[in-house]
């Protein structure tokens, strides 16, 4: 699949791996792609339930490869492209 997203022509700015299975695929991908990874970290409060931030900060415009190893609920993933669509990013999901 790497192969596949490397000869689509797509220049990806950023990788962002789903947490937290999708971190080991997300790193190897990334690596093959020379793009940084971007990730995204629960910020877990007692008073408030658990919320995402990101560990760096994309700028609006650039486009992010967000990858996913297993899709059972789909709350990661959605969290993860909520996060993306707030700062304005573009996004492909492998």
Known sequence: MTEAIRDSGVKYDFVVPVLMGALGPGFQV???LDAPVLTLRDKIN???PSQMEYVGRPKPGTVGLVIEDVLTTGE???RTLEKLR???????IR
Do not use: G, H, V, Y
């Not at 707030?86 to 492909?92: D, E, I, P, V």
């Open 46 to 48: 007692a008073n408030r």
């Open 30 to 32: 990334a690596d093959i």
């Open 86 to 92: 707030n700062l304005k990013t573009k996004m492909a």
């Open 76 to 78: 990661s993933t959605e």
